[in-house]
């Protein structure tokens, strides 16, 4: 299966101009490296625009899930489509859509993790689930967003589930860049699976997005790397043997003693 992560910019604050965008990114995506599955960034519809998203959040996933559900339709290509701030009854959710080249909406899973250094805890609620394993076209995926990269205790679990790649879709800011980069290439050695990354790049509110999205392999080689400031697609393919000869090779899974880890 072919991927094409989008490191994209975002417009504050004006989900009706970043769905142009995302359009516009879609359409040419396709048109220039025929992708099976296209990959946005974390809160693509808003940014980080906090104390606004009360006003301008989707509404339990719409519009967004019926716009990446037509566009889905119409170029034949599933979308993994980043995160969308969402209204729920109880508040406001970090919530990432997965729809296939059908148009179903195959996935949904809304960020455990709030991020204290940029204030999520103030404005939005936690997942009440952990993320789980789901399919796209046979492959199996793990997907996460952004600050949950830090909290190994969650992607485990899905390399258990037999995840052969794992998704990262965020707005990571530079200060932090050497995390982003290092903890990728460690889940990806840990758990023996491919890892690929969407990241933003620009500046909202003084803090600048560090781009650098990437795909690692299971033994920790970085395959793509995006640059720190442009706007580019990065477009590779998986070599789903190279997940069973590294399991094979370094057999981690057989060596576990969970009695121990509780
Ligand atoms: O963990 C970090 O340093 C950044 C996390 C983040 O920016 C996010 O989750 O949006």
Known sequence: MKFSLCQMDI????????RKRVQEWIESTVQNENPDTIVLPEMWTTAYTLPQLEEIADHDGEPSRSFLQQLAQQHDVN?????????????IY???????RKGNAVYEYDKAHLVPM????????GGKKRP?????????IGLIICYD????????PLALDEAQALFIVAEWPEARANHWENLQIARAIENQMYVLSANRIGNYNGVEFSGRSMVVNPWGDVLEKGSQHKE?????????EKVKQVRKDVPIFESRVPHLYD
């Open 11 to 18: 417009v504050p604050g004006d989900p009706e101009a970043n």
């Open 79 to 91: 979308l993994i489509a980043g995160s969308v701030a969402n209204k729920k009854e109880d508040g």
């Open 94 to 100: 970090n919530t990432a859509i997965v729809i296939d």
């Open 118 to 125: 940029l204030d999520e805890p103030q404005y939005l609620q």
């Open 132 to 140: 789980e394993v789901f399919e796209l076209e046979g492959l199996k």
């Open 149 to 156: 990269l830090r909290f190994p205790e969650i992607i485990r």
């Open 232 to 240: 580019e697609v990065i477009t590779t393919t998986l070599d789903l």
